[in-house]
């Protein structure tokens, strides 16, 4: 499996409008754009940082994975995302290494990206996602 940089970094968020102030008006991040993912119940919005971005996860139900997490942990980061070079061959690899995944295959995410995650009980409590563009 090659690893080729922290894609993302996904934070989960009650409101993207609130939640973008901070990071246009405090760090003067560009906001790049939204996109909801009817499919994963989330609207997302994205801010470049050199090579990688910001993700913030907007909940659009309430029993999507975003609002589970905000009702147990609150608002903060969600998940660490690594963009690998073949995401089929990368899934292949961590399951014959015995780590357990979410995603035995990829799914479409947000920007067209294939994304699978990785169960934070295989990670040392973090949520890892894999992706590929």
Same mark, same amino acid.
């Given at each position: 499996?090659?690893?080729?940089?922290?894609?993302?970094?996904?934070?989960?968020?009650?409101?993207?409008?609130?939640?973008?102030?901070?990071?246009?008006?405090?760090?003067?991040?560009?906001?790049?754009?939204?996109?909801?993912?009817?499919?994963?119940?989330?609207?997302?919005?994205?801010?470049?940082?050199?090579?990688?971005?910001?993700?913030?996860?907007?909940?659009?139900?309430?029993?999507?994975?975003?609002?589970?997490?905000?009702?147990?942990?609150?608002?903060?980061?969600?998940?660490?995302?690594? +963009?690998?070079?073949?995401?089929?061959?990368?899934?292949?690899?961590?399951?014959?290494?015995?780590? +357990?995944?979410?995603?035995?295959?990829? +799914?479409?995410?947000?920007?067209?990206?294939?994304?699978?995650?990785?169960?934070?009980?295989?990670?040392?409590?973090?949520?890892?996602?894999?992706?590929?563009?």
């Amino acid at each position: 499996m090659k690893v080729l940089k922290i894609d993302h970094l996904g934070i989960a968020v009650k409101s993207i409008d609130e939640g973008k102030k901070f990071w246009t008006d405090v760090l003067g991040l560009e906001f790049e754009g939204s996109e909801t993912v009817e499919s994963q119940k989330v609207t997302t919005a994205f801010f470049p940082v050199g090579e990688s971005e910001v993700e913030l996860l907007e909940s659009t139900a309430p029993d999507g994975p975003i609002a589970k997490y905000l009702e147990k942990k609150g608002e903060g980061i969600q998940h660490v995302a690594f +963009r690998v070079e073949n995401i089929e061959a990368a899934l292949s690899e961590l399951k014959e290494k015995g780590v +357990r995944l979410i995603d035995e295959k990829p +799914r479409v995410g947000a920007g067209g990206a294939k994304i699978a995650f990785l169960h934070p009980k295989a990670t040392h409590g973090v949520l890892v996602e894999l992706c590929e563009k």
